[in-house]
Each structure stands twice: as structure tokens, then as C-alpha cells.
């Protein structure tokens, strides 16, 4: 039995033979242990991360990326890693604190450094093979089209503005070349 740090029969050679942890584990069971100088460390003790706080972190690193925060995807990651820690302790994995913290930031780096910077540069636009200019693509024409007439085509299933900037006609039913884009309208040429 650990004896009670407060206790005024507790001799000084009887407090020795105890460790610390000890009477922080004696403070913290029942009302013996309330008001001792180690009761602040059973709040502590008895805090844990539990799975729903990990999914409650997950989102909001997910949404501040996404509705607020161009943090360039560093938030998104840190919140998948945060998600799957607290799907981990959903699904009855128990781990201390200490190794979900590991779990988190072990998933993080290996998201950020395996996924972030072809995922960044193919929304931003530069990535090999990826192509956001529509400069160079063809278009269904459905309408004779004179020099400088602008009419609506499809493409890629939106309707465009688009303007014969050559000096040609281009018939209907061929296709053209999307030589420029001048805000929302194809600049388009007879291929």
C-alpha cells in the first residue's frame, strides 16, 4: 500500500521508499488524494487523446486548407494524418498518446514528401503533362464562322465564345485550332 503523502504519520525514511509516480497514482484515487501538491498531475494523467479528437483535428486542418488557408497543401496532409490516427483508434487500435503523436507526424512526412509537390504543382498548373492553357486545342465548329465573327461553340462541355481571328471563313462541321484565350473567349482559327 502507498502511503499518503499528507498523511502526518508518514516519516521522512517511509517517504523515501517510494517513487514519485507512486504517490501521484495515490493522489489521483479517491478523495484521500484531493488538495495533495500532486493532484495537479492526475488531470494530466487521465487526458487522452481520444479518436474523435484526432477526427476533430483532422477536419479543421482540412477545411482551414481548403476554405481559408493557402497553405500549399501542408494543412491538407497534416489533416489526412490527423484523420487516419483517430480512423486507427475507431477501429480499436489502442495506442499511449505518445505513439499517436509518433503516427501523426511518421504519416505527415511521409504524405508531404511522397504526394505534395506533383499534387501542388498539378492544381497549380506546372506540372509535366499537365496542361492548363486550352491554347492548342480543336474545337467543333457547328456554324460558318466569317473573319472576326464571334459565335458559341462547346467545349469540354461548357459553351465558349469564340472568334474566327483568321483571315478565312471556317465552315461548319469542321473543326478549328484554339489559337489564344482572351478571358472567356476562344480565339480560334480553320485548322
Known amino acids: 500500500m502507498v502511503p499518503n503523502p499528507n498523511s502526518p504519520t508518514n516519516s521522512i525514511e517511509n517517504s523515501k521508499k517510494h517513487s514519485k509516480s507512486e504517490y501521484i497514482a495515490a493522489a489521483c484515487q479517491g478523495d484521500s488524494g484531493r488538495g495533495s501538491r500532486y493532484s495537479k498531475f492526475c488531470i494530466l494523467r487521465e487526458e487522452k487523446m481520444t479518436w474523435w479528437t484526432w477526427m476533430i483535428l483532422g477536419a479543421v486542418l482540412l477545411g482551414a486548407e481548403l476554405l481559408a488557408i493557402d497553405a500549399q497543401f501542408y494543412l491538407v496532409f497534416l489533416g489526412i494524418?490527423?484523420?487516419?490516427?483517430?480512423?486507427?483508434?475507431?477501429?480499436?487500435?489502442?495506442?499511449?498518446?505518445?505513439?499517436?503523436?509518433?503516427?501523426?507526424?511518421?504519416?505527415?512526412?511521409?504524405?508531404?514528401?511522397?504526394?505534395?509537390?506533383?499534387?501542388?504543382?498539378?492544381?497549380?498548373?506546372?506540372?509535366?503533362?499537365?496542361?492548363?492553357?486550352?491554347?492548342?486545342?480543336?474545337?467543333?465548329?457547328?456554324?460558318?464562322?466569317?473573319p472576326g465573327e464571334r459565335v458559341r461553340l462547346k467545349y469540354r462541355g461548357t459553351e465558349w465564345t469564340a472568334q474566327n481571328v483568321s483571315d478565312k471563313e471556317i465552315a461548319s462541321g469542321t473543326r478549328a485550332k484554339i489559337v489564344n484565350v482572351d478571358g472567356l473567349t476562344l480565339q480560334i482559327s480553320a485548322d
Not at 125 to 137: E, V, Y
Open 81 to 146: 494524418s490527423a484523420a487516419l490516427v483517430g480512423l486507427a483508434g475507431l477501429l480499436g487500435l489502442v495506442m499511449p498518446e505518445w505513439v499517436q503523436w509518433v503516427v501523426f507526424a511518421i504519416l505527415a512526412l511521409v504524405f508531404m514528401v511522397t504526394f505534395r509537390r506533383s499534387l501542388y504543382m498539378k492544381i497549380r498548373g506546372s506540372a509535366k503533362g499537365f496542361s492548363s492553357s486550352m491554347a492548342g486545342g480543336s474545337v467543333d465548329v457547328t456554324s460558318n464562322i466569317a
